[in-house]
């Protein structure tokens, strides 16, 4: 549901505030980050960014609260697992 891939992707997306400029730096299509973004969204039954319409320069995407809440509880996963495997 949510690995390595998506959690690089969001904190990009934070970076960046652009999934198009997040897609872009991770190498990745914008089709398939768009897919990565609405999968987690589907499977979590709530929306992880928020997007703005652009104009002139493009539009916005920003995390919400569940994307935020998600990135860092990723992050502290990810610390306590290499934690676990020095023991």
């Known amino acids: 549901m949510f690995g390595e891939g998506t959690h690089k992707l969001l904190e990009s997306i934070k970076a960046e505030?652009?999934?198009?400029?997040a897609a872009k730096a991770l190498?990745?299509?914008?089709?398939?980050a768009w897919g990565l973004v609405k999968d987690v969204e589907e499977r979590l039954g709530?929306?992880?960014?928020?997007?703005?319409?652009?104009?002139?320069?493009?539009?916005?995407?920003e995390l919400t609260e569940a994307g935020l809440s998600l990135v860092t509880d990723y992050k502290?996963?990810?610390?306590s697992m290499a934690d676990v495997c020095k023991l």
């Open 76 to 79: 502290e996963l990810k610390k």
């Open 17 to 21: 505030g652009s999934l198009s400029a």
């Open 27 to 32: 190498d990745m299509s914008y089709r398939y």
């Open 46 to 61: 709530t929306h992880v960014v928020k997007t703005r319409r652009g104009g002139k320069h493009g539009g916005q995407t």
